[in-house]
């Protein structure tokens, strides 16, 4: 590991604004933020640039980047800290254990924004947007808590709205390309770093927002369709 990110690591230990694998924390954010706003998670957050952008758009709520890696966030972290952003907090720590940290109902809304879509079929339990990461995210999730997806991948597009349409859960908004409304809703103007690459190289950017079941998921029962057939609209 270079200098740099061993530096960053011993940094964000000492910020406010960062919990690492912290312990008893669930139904006690609010005591973190000093404020009972609903929280929003930006889940494989990167360098935070999509919890920042909300949270500069919605001062009266919080807002919390959650990845593993300390050297992006620390990117986000010191710039919540600089320009005194005080409704953003990050987390580091793996998804698959993202329960061990919120109560249930405690989280409002969450964001996913380009997150490595998993290509290879075999890895698809890896996507963000499978059944079995959906399974968690219903244990965090408030009552009309949606999850949000932005996404340059057409096959994670793809991906998902077949999920949606097999686990029962309500599509709230489909958009195949996000710059190709006018305007482009203000939500979705926020750019992470990704995006701007993405653009640049000419990419399609989509966006998907729904709600989960209210019955539980059972992932492991969950008879999905291949990418193929996804992409063909075999849901």
Not at 115 to 133: M, V
Not at 193 to 201: F, K, N, P
Request: overall charge positive; hydrophobic content about 40%.
């Amino acid at each position: 590991m270079g200098h740099k990110k061993l530096q960053r690591f011993a940094e964000i230990e000492t910020f406010p604004n960062v919990l690492i694998y912290p312990k008893d924390m669930p139904g006690k954010w609010n005591s973190h933020f000093g404020n009972s706003h609903p929280l929003t998670l930006e889940l494989a957050c990167g360098k935070g640039d999509y919890t920042l952008g909300l949270a500069r758009k919605y001062p009266e709520e919080n807002f919390m980047g959650v990845d593993l890696k300390g050297n992006r966030i620390w990117k986000g972290a010191k710039t919540a800290i600089d320009q005194n952003i005080a409704n953003v907090a990050f987390l580091r720590t793996q998804i698959e254990q993202i329960t061990d940290y919120f109560a249930p109902g405690e989280v409002k809304d969450i964001w996913i924004t380009f997150p490595d879509p998993f290509l290879r079929q075999s890895k698809s339990k890896k996507r963000l947007t499978h059944p079995r990461f959906l399974a968690l995210y219903q244990q965090l999730l408030g009552d009309g808590g949606t999850v949000n997806l932005k996404t340059d991948s057409t096959e994670l597009y793809t991906f998902t709205k077949m999920v949606i349409a097999r686990m029962g859960c309500r599509l709230i908004t489909d958009v195949p390309d996000v710059y190709a409304l006018s305007p482009v809703p203000e939500l979705l103007q926020i750019q992470t770093y990704y995006e701007g690459m993405h653009l640049a190289d000419g990419r399609t950017i989509r966006f998907l927002k729904f709600a989960l079941p209210a019955a539980p998921i059972d992932w492991k029962a969950a008879n999905l369709a291949t990418d193929e057939e996804a992409a063909a609209g075999k849901y």
